[in-house]
T-cell receptor, first 113, second 117 residues
Framework: GNSVTQMEGPVTLSEEAFLTINCTYT??????LFWYVQYPGEGLQLLLK?????DKGSNKGFEATYRKETTSFHLEKGSVQVSDSAVYFC????????????FGKGTLLTVNP | DADVTQTPRNRITKTGKRIMLECSQT?????MYWYRQDPGLGLRLIYY???????NKGEISDGYSVSRQAQAKFSLSLESAIPNQTALYFC????????????????FGPGTRLTVL
């Protein structure tokens, strides 16, 4: 079945540092890939997505590129802010008759001023 | 007002009690989902419904049941709660749109924190 493996946290950075959170997937076919973010005390919300190889999703300064050759969808941001502190989830969806959006275990990011 | 609401937001109960968690949405989406979140395990799908007459088990449905009362309402029940059902529960909705579901974005409620003593 499908699976998503993402970098274990917690990750602690200083403001304006560069962020990378690694995510790799296994799936049959070509899944759609997502990054969701969960701010403290809230539900998850979509951060960005990509639906085919070489697509780049971007939002709020975050980017991730769908790399079929390495089955990866790493999340990056050039300069993090304190307000980016949250839990980040990578997810994949392959469609088909048995619906399942597969989530990684989440990575807690803390950004210090 | 929030598009996806969950009630209650917090609940403490005892082993063996029946519990119902409710979810309502104003997004007009046909698809609704229930997940549980446990530390270090991410989110796991309990049940999902693609329309009022369609209910499907997710990966961890044992010990849970659901009811889709209307397009806007999807309830999760724990028939006889046990301590290992202590978790954060999320409801979500989505609209497959023209893509047929392959890229649909899910919209999450704020969650219900359930503690079973």
């Amino acid at each position: 079945g499908n699976s998503v493996t993402q970098m274990e946290g917690p990750v602690t950075l200083s403001e304006e540092a560069f962020l990378t959170i690694n995510c790799t997937y296994t799936a049959t076919g070509y899944p759609s890939l997502f990054w969701y973010v969960q701010y403290p005390g809230e539900g998850l919300q979509l951060l960005l997505k990509a639906t085919k190889a070489d697509d780049k999703g971007s939002n709020k300064g975050f980017e991730a590129t769908y790399r079929k050759e390495t089955t990866s969808f790493h999340l990056e941001k050039g300069s993090v802010q304190v307000s980016d502190s949250a839990v980040y989830f990578c997810a994949s969806y392959s469609g088909g008759s048995n619906y399942k959006l597969t989530f990684g275990k989440g990575t807690l990011l803390t950004v210090n001023p | 007002d929030a598009d996806v609401t969950q009630t209650p937001r917090n609940r403490i109960t005892k082993t063996g009690k029946r519990i119902m968690l409710e979810c309502s949405q104003t997004k007009g989406h046909d698809r609704m989902y229930w997940y549980r979140q446990d530390p270090g395990l991410g989110l796991r799908l309990i049940y999902y419904s693609f329309d009022v007459k369609d209910i499907n088990k997710g990966e961890i449905s044992d010990g849970y049941s659901v009811s889709r009362q209307a397009q806007a309402k999807f309830s999760l029940s724990l028939e006889s709660a046990i301590p290992n059902q202590t978790a954060l529960y999320f409801c979500a909705t989505s609209d497959p749109g023209l893509a047929g579901g392959h890229t649909d974005t899910q919209y999450f409620g704020p969650g219900t924190r359930l503690t079973v003593l």
